[in-house]
């Protein structure tokens, strides 16, 4: 039923997700739940999450909380084939590193086919399938979990529009997913990523930063400390009525200690840029012209538009994969520069992104296995739109966080709390 690259991975994925499984403790704590009440038996659960070793004990969780699951990935590139080949043991899995996009939206219609109950989702693309492909599917799906910004943008879109048949729960917008997974998690992992690949030292170098939402500035900061000259771009307008507009961020970065200015003036200084926007065309044929020669341009964004890789190519007189996760762009005027992982999420796309550390994910999918519960119990009376995620599972998963790391909080007495709440005491 499953289809993987290579089902005689298993072995070596089995370690990865025993690794994964003993670091993280907040998603055991879910999982004694879930294998003790059973919350999800017999339910099936359809999943579009980079297929890599976190997300494997998530699955392995709505499994134990009698979940029946199919997975694929939620990007042709991200797919640890080992762990796919691992998890083809015991759940229907469609995935591999690699795949061509006709490959990767015939996954996702593969997890389709067991018409999921409840959808969990990093972009979109599953929803977006229901809808536009797979509109039968509507009556059976009761709801779904979004993990990333771009998803959650896109789910706003549709709602918006009125095309939105079913609730969501806006997990990134949790504070205990963005504030962490986004900042610390995509800060560490596309540091993380960048260097590996290219073993380029960063210290002394120019970093361009462009967006400065809660990944930029987790990338900034780590980038900073490594001693990197950082330079942050951001955007002049607001995009969203309920977020601080570009001129809020950008003055935030200066604050934060980051020389601002625009893309136009930073490009010829870079030796990295990297983006981060959720935005498309980030980077384009205005800029490839001032950038200097042997600059490294990376993406951490959700979709592969940001960097404008045909405008790139057109400009090329030679195009050739160097290595792993490296080509490189020879311009007419014999400038090189190298595109890493297709402008792919650097931080997740193989082989040289392993994604975020483990801890990081135990409490974002903390909050999946959570919301996807809550969704089965609740979802039928809710109506279609997004939902952020209920105050008692994300306070539930930061609590739990600081439990595992042995960190206990007191309560503030009643006459404390009485004061913080009252309007009369005053002086
Ligand atoms: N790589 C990962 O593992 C990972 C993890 C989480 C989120 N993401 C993705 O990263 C992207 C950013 O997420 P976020 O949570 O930081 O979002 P955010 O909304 O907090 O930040 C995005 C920032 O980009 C700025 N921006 C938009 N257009 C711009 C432009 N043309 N020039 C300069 N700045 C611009 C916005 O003003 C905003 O400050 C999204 O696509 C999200 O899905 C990736």
């Not at 593969?110 to 959808?119: C, F, G, S, T």
């Not at 900061?221 to 601080?244: C, D, F, T």
């Not at 992104?353 to 996807?372: K, N, R, T, W, Y």
Request: aromatic share 6%; hydrophobic share 40%; glycine share 10%.
């Amino acid at each position: 039923m499953s289809k993987v690259k290579d089902e005689s991975l298993a072995v070596r994925g089995e370690g990865e997700l025993l690794w994964a499984r003993e670091n993280m403790p907040v998603l055991a704590e879910v999982r004694k739940r879930f294998e003790k009440e059973k919350p999800l038996k017999g339910v099936s659960i359809g999943t579009c999450l980079h297929l890599e070793k976190k997300t494997g004990i998530l699955l392995e969780v709505l499994a134990a909380g009698g979940a029946v699951v199919s997975a694929c990935s939620c990007n042709p590139l991200t797919t640890d084939d080992c762990v796919a080949a691992a998890l083809a043991k015991k759940m229907n899995v469609f995935a591999w590193a690699g795949q061509s996009n006709e490959d990767y939206y015939e996954c996702i219609n593969k997890v389709l086919d067991a018409k999921p109950q409840v959808v969990i989702d990093d972009g979109c693309d599953q929803v977006f399938a229901i809808h536009k492909k797979r509109v039968e599917l509507l009556k059976s799906t009761i709801g779904g979990c979004e993990e990333t910004t771009t998803g959650v943008t896109r789910l706003n879109a549709m709602a918006h529009d009125g095309e939105l048949k079913f609730p969501v729960f806006a997990v990134n917008n949790a504070y205990s997913k963005f504030l962490f997974d986004n900042r610390y998690g995509t800060g560490q992992s596309t540091v993380d990523a960048i260097t590996h690949i290219t073993n380029k030292l960063v210290a002394g170098k120019t970093v361009v930063v462009v967006g400065y939402g809660w990944c930029g500035k987790g990338i900034a900061a780590r980038m900073k400390g490594m001693g990197a000259n950082v330079i942050v771009v951001e955007s002049g307008v607001r995009l969203n009525a309920s977020q601080p507009s570009g001129w809020h961020k950008a003055l935030e970065a200066l604050y934060d200690g980051f020389r601002v200015m625009s893309l136009d003036e930073a490009a010829p200084l870079a030796d990295f840029i990297v983006t981060v926007t959720g935005g498309k065309a980030i980077v384009s044929r205005d800029h490839f012209s001032k950038l200097k020669d042997g600059v490294i341009l990376a993406n951490a964004g959700h979709f592969n538009v940001e960097i404008d890789e045909p405008g790139l190519r057109s400009l090329s007189k030679r195009v050739e994969e160097v290595k792993d996760n490296v080509v490189r762009y020879e311009l007419k005027d014999g400038r090189k520069v190298y595109l890493l992982s297709e402008g792919r999420l650097v931080n997740l796309a193989r082989p040289g992104g392993q994604g975020h550390p483990i801890e990081i994910m135990d409490g974002s999918f903390a909050v999946q296995a959570l919301c996807a519960r809550r969704m089965l119990e609740e979802g039928k009376k809710m109506k279609p739109g997004v939902y952020d995620v209920p105050v008692d599972i994300d306070d539930e998963v930061a609590r739990l966080a600081l439990e595992v790391q042995g960190v206990k909080l007191k309560k503030p007495s009643r006459e404390q709390l009485d004061y913080l709440q009252s309007w009369k005491e005053g002086t």
